[in-house]
């Protein structure tokens, strides 16, 4: 089962940050916080990932609690290309649990 | 370089019989996961394989299997097809360190009538 709990849906206006929010409190010292995104059944696209530290990169920043309990990704100018369901998902470092666990992500909408 | 590639794009099969879905990861990377997400649903994790071992295993029946060859790519092989295994079939690889970030193909779509 997935260890994240994402709101379903999510609407931004475009040129807007959109910010979306993940809780994980159960995640575990060993564990990283990964986001993905799939835009309409296409393979899902690799965003970013962090351990404890806040994390940016070209497409989105990514912002930890410092409990690690929760996370939140920012996509700082939105774009209708944008629209996607976005995954968040805890990957443990190594050993049998290594693998991707998605959960239902959120449906995030950009709109003009 | 070449992303995660994934064959055929489209595969129609009849119920009761076998499919093959294949997959050639990164250069480079070692590990390999397949997942199912059928139409409207979810990404349901189905296998990881890494140096040519099985690591982990989804809820999924036995007619669901695969295998990983010693340059890293994979087959997933689904027996006695039912109507309900129609899906997109998607693959991705990385590296075994859980800090590198896993890279999907673009999948197969598996119709069965």
């Known amino acids: 089962d997935a260890k994240t709990t994402q709101p379903p849906s999510m609407d931004c206006a475009e040129g807007r940050a959109a910010n979306l929010p993940c809780n994980h409190s159960t995640i575990s010292g060993n564990e990283y916080v990964y986001w993905y995104r799939q835009i309409h059944s296409q393979g899902p696209q690799y965003i970013i990932h962090?351990?404890?530290n806040n994390e940016t990169n070209e497409m989105a920043s990514l912002i930890i609690t410092e409990d690690r309990k929760s996370s939140t990704l920012i996509l700082p100018h939105a774009t209708l290309r944008d629209t996607a369901v976005y995954y968040c998902i805890v990957r443990a470092r190594r050993g049998s649990q290594g693998n991707l666990i998605f959960g239902k992500g959120t449906k995030l909408s950009v709109k003009p | 370089e070449a992303g995660v590639t994934q064959s055929p794009t489209h595969l129609i099969k009849t119920r009761g019989q076998q499919a093959t879905l294949r997959c050639s990861p990164i250069s480079g990377h070692t590990s390999v996961y397949w997942y199912q997400q059928a139409l409207g649903l979810g990404l349901q994790f189905l296998l990881w394989y890494d140096e040519g071992e099985e690591r982990n295993r989804g809820n999924f029946p036995p007619r669901f299997s695969g295998r990983q060859f010693p340059n890293y790519s994979s087959e997933l092989n689904v027996n006695a097809l039912e109507l309900e295994d129609s899906a997109l079939y998607l693959c991705?690889?990385?590296?075994?360190?859980?800090?590198?970030?896993?890279?999907f193909g673009q999948g197969t779509r598996l119709t069965v009538v």
């Open positions: 991705a690889s990385s590296f075994w360190e859980a800090n590198t970030e896993a890279f």
């Open positions: 962090g351990l404890k």
